[in-house]
């Protein structure tokens, strides 16, 4: 199976950082990663898929990248409705494979 | 709008069954593949199955392989997940998705 290595587990940040979360794929997945949102108690929103193209309705500070193996979510200008947990997920390959998820708090 | 509505959750005793239903509305649902996810209490998101658009392929984590059933009646716009030989930690609120849509989860908890 694909492992996606996550980090950092938790991210403390102040309103209007940039902060970066990071996934390493265990294989090649090309641009195959989405990146979730989910906040406490609510289902989880499809931020970035396809590694860089941003979903419907997802304010423009969100951003993805690739570098090899690496997949970055990155928020520019972080806003208080920010503060959540963020997951990414390779859909390459089955099974599909959750990173262990980043939760991003203030600071 | 789409929406996905899951059901069937509830306490169940360890080793027995329990069926999940999601019922989808707000587009074509027999174009497209499903999933379902679960997540343990306090805990991240795992991918359960797959299933394709009109059946052909269907996959399923090592997790609950051979014991878990995905499948979909797409007149009825309707997933299902038969679960049987329930451990607890098949404790999870489970949610049906597609990529872009997530139903809001339906709980099951496996204790005796």
């Known amino acids: 199976d694909i492992q996606m290595t996550q980090s950092p587990s938790s991210l403390p940040a102040s309103l209007g950082d940039r902060v970066t979360i990071t996934c390493r794929a265990s294989?090649?997945?090309?641009?195959?990663l989405r990146w979730f949102q989910q906040k406490p108690g609510k289902s989880p929103r499809l931020m970035i898929y396809g590694a860089t193209n941003l979903a419907a309705g997802v304010p423009s500070r969100f951003s993805g990248s690739r570098s090899g193996s690496d997949y970055s979510l990155t928020i520019n200008s972080l806003e208080s409705e920010d503060m959540a947990i963020y997951y990414c997920?390779?859909?390459?390959?089955?099974?599909?494979?959750f990173g262990a998820g980043t939760k991003l708090e203030l600071k | 709008e789409v929406q996905l509505v899951e059901s069937g959750g509830g306490l169940v005793q360890p080793g027995r069954s329990l069926k999940l239903s999601c019922v989808a509305s707000g587009f074509t649902f027999s174009n497209y593949g499903m999933n379902w996810i679960r997540q343990a209490p306090g805990k991240g998101l795992e991918w359960v199955a797959y299933?394709?658009?009109?059946?052909?392929?269907?996959y399923y984590a090592e997790t609950v392989k051979g014991r878990f059933t995905i499948s979909r009646d797409n007149a009825k716009n309707t997933l299902y997940l038969q679960m049987t030989s329930l451990r607890s930690e098949d404790t999870a609120l489970y949610y049906c998705?597609?990529?872009?849509?997530w139903g809001q989860g339906v709980m099951v908890t496996v204790s005796s």
């Open positions: 299933i394709s658009s009109g059946s052909s392929y269907i």
């Open positions: 294989q090649d997945i090309g641009n195959y």
């Open positions: 997920l390779q859909h390459n390959e089955y099974p599909h494979t």
């Open positions: 998705a597609r990529p872009s849509n």
